[in-house]
């Protein structure tokens, strides 16, 4: 405060946007540390902007009800602003702040929820305008994140990209702006008990880093390890197909319908954080991994992929992307576009794609053609439709991904003594036994066994079956 001439007292700037906090409902954020909060009662707010059409603001608005009824918040009212442009202070404009105000108080909300990313200066702007709690469409994905978590790895994701979120939004308002002295600071005495001190909103500050750094080091231990597996695979020649698409679209259902396994599924967004791998055994003999990652969904927050590089790079590393679509959701088609906009940023674009059109129980028939023709046209794909819960199309499934991925073979025939018998247990497990027949000195075998496998017979071989390929032996 500031004492003028003539006596009155002008409230600085500062003091009064505290002034202006102290009135904000019991519970609302004062330091900025407490972003996670518990919403019961939500008004949800989007912005139409030029070049999207009300459509599309509206199934991107129930989607954000979607995601709040999974963490646990009920939406009692939407708010659509048309704009040309975001407001630089307040997103929506200061006169559309005030109407928000009113509308909460009106329908007893205990936040307001926008779809859209704020930036931290229009999130405590809003929040001194609205007296209310301001979320944004990214804090409530992690807030789903943290909910759905279980595996170490999952946890420690969901929590970088929290703090990653968490470190632009710290505010040093009342206690965040004292200072800290060491040595008697009571009489201004001591060494370290001169000058300002450091702030608690420094302190948090540089804990947060630390933190940051702590779980960075973790991740990559944990990327390290994931490595070692796929190495393994690779020198096992065990071919990868991962589960990819938007979330809820049924790819743990699926999973469970091709493997017979028994993968947690529930009808809500985000259900599957943490990556699950199944073995799944073909018809020719070859065992393919399938891999279920975590879903997609419009506006992926960017510190959420950072964070789940390492989880997602399983489909970085995939033979083949089995791209699964909710074939009976209106905006399948903005979904696909949604999930190809992901796997660009991950680098998976150019891996070899199959279409699932899935959940066909759940919608007509005419609806699935008319969505599958569009994805020929449009995509140049040809997609399968399947229904991960009648079953419908999942062994016609398994045949593509039996065709798509390439089996590289050779038939190779020979005579294996008993004392190499680990060569004939080689070809079991790495191919196809066509015949066996056991004699007084060894086995007769003909298989069909991977290039590798062959090199390690080659010796007791009755033709060298890469004759014609020499270059072949080079390795």
Request: no cysteine; glycine share 8%.
């Amino acid at each position: 405060m500031v004492s003028e001439p003539d006596g009155t007292i002008r409230v600085s700037r500062a003091e009064e946007r505290r002034r202006r906090r102290d009135v904000i409902e019991e519970g609302a954020p004062r330091e900025g540390v407490d972003i996670i909060r518990r919403v019961e009662r939500a008004v949800i707010v989007g912005v139409q902007l030029p070049g999207r059409t009300t459509a599309e603001v509206e199934a991107s608005l129930d989607e954000l009800e979607r995601l709040l009824d999974t963490a646990g918040g009920v939406v009692v009212e939407r708010v659509v602003q048309r704009r040309e442009a975001p407001d630089a202070a307040t997103f929506i404009g200061r006169g559309k702040v005030d109407e928000l105000r009113h509308l909460v108080a009106a329908v007893g909300a205990d936040a307001v929820v926008f779809d859209d990313d704020l930036a931290p200066a229009q999130q405590r702007t809003l929040e001194e305008g609205i007296r209310q709690k301001v979320l944004d469409r990214t804090i409530v994905i992690l807030d789903i994140f943290a909910q759905h978590a279980t595996s170490r790895e999952g946890k420690a994701q969901v929590e970088l990209a929290q703090l990653g979120y968490l470190l632009p939004r710290l505010r040093g308002w009342g206690a965040a702006l004292s200072r800290q002295a060491g040595g008697r600071t009571a009489g201004g005495a001591g060494i370290g008990g001169r000058g300002p001190g450091e702030t608690q909103l420094e302190v948090d500050r540089r804990r947060i880093m630390r933190r940051i750094s702590k779980l960075q080091r973790d991740l990559k231990d944990f990327g390290r390890i994931r490595e070692t597996k796929s190495n393994e695979r690779d020198r096992n020649h065990v071919q990868v197909a991962a589960l990819v698409g938007y979330t809820n679209a049924g790819k743990s259902s699926l999973l469970n319908a091709i493997t017979g396994s028994h993968v947690k599924v529930e009808d809500r967004l985000f259900a599957t954080l943490d990556p699950t791998v199944r073995r799944l055994p073909l018809q020719d003999g070859r065992d393919v991994v399938l891999t279920d990652t975590v879903g997609f969904v419009r506006k992926l927050p960017h510190g959420l992929v950072e964070a789940f590089k390492s989880t997602l790079e399983e489909s970085v590393r995939a033979d083949l992307l089995l791209h699964v679509i909710d074939a009976s959701h209106p905006d399948a088609e903005a979904h696909i576009v949604a999930v190809h906009e992901v796997l660009e940023e991950i680098g998976a674009d150019q891996l070899p794609e199959q279409l699932v059109l899935n959940k066909a129980d759940a919608t007509d028939a005419a609806t699935v053609d008319a969505l599958a023709r569009r994805v020929q046209v449009e995509l140049g794909a040809d997609p399968v439709v399947v229904s991960a819960v009648t079953g419908q199309g999942v062994d016609e499934l398994v045949e593509r991904i039996m065709l798509r991925l390439p089996s590289v073979r050779v038939r190779v025939e020979g005579h294996v003594p008993y004392r190499r018998q680990d060569l004939v247990a080689l070809a079991h497990r790495r191919g196809t036994v066509v015949e066996e027949a056991h004699t007084d000195t060894g086995t007769q075998l003909v298989a069909d066994v991977d290039q590798d496998a062959a090199l390690e017979m080659r010796a007791f071989l009755d033709a060298d079956p890469f004759a014609a390929e020499p270059e072949a032996w080079e390795r």
